[in-house]
């Protein structure tokens, strides 16, 4: 006999000598039919479940006290003895298959929420958006610009304090006390009990916001011996109600250099360097002569060049300068007939407004990102 009619002879066999076993299979059957009803439903509503609060409802239709899964483990009671082993596997492995679709639904919505907190996907390789980031303040640029000029000539930075006293502002600068920038008017003077550790005091004179940065050439002196070459950019305060030209509130930039032999001639070739860096190489300088008290002799420097628009080729008034006075040297404990100096002073505004044709100094107080985004 064929192997095959052998086969389907003895399964016929069986299937008719054991209708019994099929009436006590009727659980395992009806239980696998349940099963696989409870495990298609599952599988087909979990995709469509988009949030945690739908999740929670279909979870609870499934495996909560009324849920489809639990009812069919219930009914485990009803199934006789023998079939149970039979039963218990199917129900654990779609137990499993279950819990496989809860934990999968779950991280998929986990992933959503994250992905909607994170927003749109990003391509790291794009280029990056056109925002403005911030920039550098037209008058740090110039101090900036300034400084790296005096820098090519030896020249290093020295700091002094905003809140000075009168003999470094005046006194020590050979500044007389009828002077008209020592009046209340003119300058912003503290009230008597003022202290100011960062300021020692000469004696016991006033304190004041600096005038100008001058007494840090004071400062500077007093804290080291010549030979020395220093710039001094800094606040200064001044009682100007300001206009187009005036603040209470400007910058400046001290220069000093205190040696042996330093001439006029040196004078002229610093500022002449200075000029030619700052408004081109075709820039010319004039010295006029002036009075400061701390100079002598005094001049006002003027700048002419071709390189300022409206401004062009005019004789434009730009820093004060002079030889150190002696009698400032001797204030600060030099000896004048060794030792001799030249000094200058300029507004960084001022040099400002004149390389970019500003014609009002509150431009640069007033934050206006129109104004500021064009030295971006
Ligand atoms: N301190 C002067 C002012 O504020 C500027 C100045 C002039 C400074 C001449 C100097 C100088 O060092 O030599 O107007």
Known sequence: MPQNDKQTLTHRASRFATTHIQYQSAPLFLMRQQLATILE????????????????????GIAGPNGSLTAAMKSMASVPKDERPAVGKLLNQTKSEIEKIFANTLARIEQNEIAARLGA?????????????????????????????????????????????????????NTPPDHPARDMQDTFFFPPATRCPDAPKHATEAYLLRSHTSSVQIREMLRRPPPLRIIAPGRCFRRDTADATHSANFHQIEGLWIDENVSLRDLKCVLDFFAREMFGTNAQIRLRPSFFPFTEPSFEMDIKSPNLGRLSDRWLEIMGCGLVDPNVLKNTGHDPTRWTGLAFGMGIERIAMLRYGIDDIRHFYANDLRFLRQFA
């Open 41 to 60: 439903t599952a599988r087909n509503a979990a995709p469509t479940i988009l949030s945690r609060a739908e999740f929670e409802t279909f979870k609870a």
């Open 121 to 173: 996907p990003i391509d790291p390789s794009l280029e990056p958006p056109d925002v403005a980031v911030g920039s550098i303040h037209p008058l740090t640029q110039t101090r900036e610009e300034i400084a790296a000029v005096f820098h090519k000539l030896g020249f290093t930075i020295a700091d002094g304090p905003e809140i000075e006293t009168e003999w470094y502002c005046f006194d020590a600068l």
